[in-house]
């Protein structure tokens, strides 16, 4: 019952958010916003798109091979194939509950190349230390090159969330739950000795993976591959720009604006259901409202709604094939399979 009670937190509440703002932004529209939106949609170039979605899959590809630089020093050696496998069957877990797609990944990997758990999943936050670091670097760059433009974005996008009761409180509900649901946890954990014990010897296979980074038999190529990764993000994200005429003029620095709304966007709801285009489509309503009037908001959030759900259908579409080529090596008792399945 409780198990139960916890996916339902994690998983329906930010599902339920992030729909609610789907409803609130259809619902809220004016009629020139709804023309220029599906005008948008309609008359959009999806070559970029596509292109998008080709720098995306060769970012996949270069994480599955950064993994294997924290994974060597503890003595794994794992199949490139088998850690992409496991990394996109995580990106879809997490479509689903969110932070869950971490555990998966790193199940997924035990599976196939029988790296224990807890070591993988350590290797899998430092990754996040990394990447952490990397989405912080953007917010710098940005704040710094376009100082005038974040800030006064960043007031806009939270006028127009705390703007709106309903969804200020839907925001402030999820965030007391979510804590509230870690402290009870934590009390669990600190009253039974048995659960206390398991979860020393776990936290010290988590050290193991983190400290694998300073152990790194390559760390230039671990720094190089991460570098990689995030130019893909930000390149594969600023590309789609030119799928509308309307937003191929808007400078880098909103470009780069955009992409940290959205990044931070994706953390708050299923996959960024719900949020994604919205704060996406404020960034660029700042920037074409000049020219556009109130068509922006419209036009801002039809380019979001691209970006988002060509990266949802490419994450669907890649994890559910992986789920099924994702060979099953080791059963659950740590025993090697005669009979992969």
Known sequence: MKKTAGILLKTVLPLALGVYLIWYFF??????????????????????VFLSLLLSFFALLSRAYRWKYLLEPMGYQTS??????????????????PRAGEA?????????????????????????????IMLFSVALIASIVGAGDFWKIKGLIEARFSGNPESASA???????????????????????????????????????????????????????????????????????????ETSDVPPTGMLIAFLA????????????GVFPLVVGLV????????????????????????????TVLIIVLGVISFFLLPKNYSKDGEVRTDPA
């Open 262 to 273: 959205g990044s931070l966007g994706i953390t708050l709801t299923n996959g960024g259901i």
């Open 284 to 311: 660029i309503e700042y920037y074409l409202k000049d020219q556009y009037g109130s068509q922006a908001w419209g036009i801002g959030c039809a380019l979001g709604t691209i970006i988002w759900a060509s990266q």
């Open 171 to 245: 925001f402030q509900l999820v965030k007391w739950i979510i804590l509230g649901v870690i402290a009870c946890a934590l009390g669990v954990i600190l009253l039974l000795k048995s659960i206390r014990q398991k979860v020393v010897g776990f936290i010290k296979g988590l050290f193991a993976g983190v400290l694998s980074v300073f152990k790194t038999r390559n760390p230039i190529g671990f720094i190089g591959h991460t570098l990689f990764i995030w130019i893909l993000y930000v390149v594969y994200f600023a590309i789609c720009f030119f799928a509308l005429d």
């Open 104 to 132: 998966s990944r790193a199940a997924m990997l035990y599976r196939s190349d029988g790296v224990p758990f807890s070591k993988s999943f350590g290797t899998i936050l430092a990754e996040r230390v990394f990447d952490l």
């Open 27 to 48: 619902t809220s529209m004016e009629p020139e916003v709804e023309a220029a939106f599906y005008k948008a949609l309609r008359e959009a170039d999806y070559f970029w």
């Open 80 to 97: 490139l194939w088998n850690r992409y496998h496991a990394i996109m069957i995580g990106y879809i877990v997490n479509l689903t509950i």
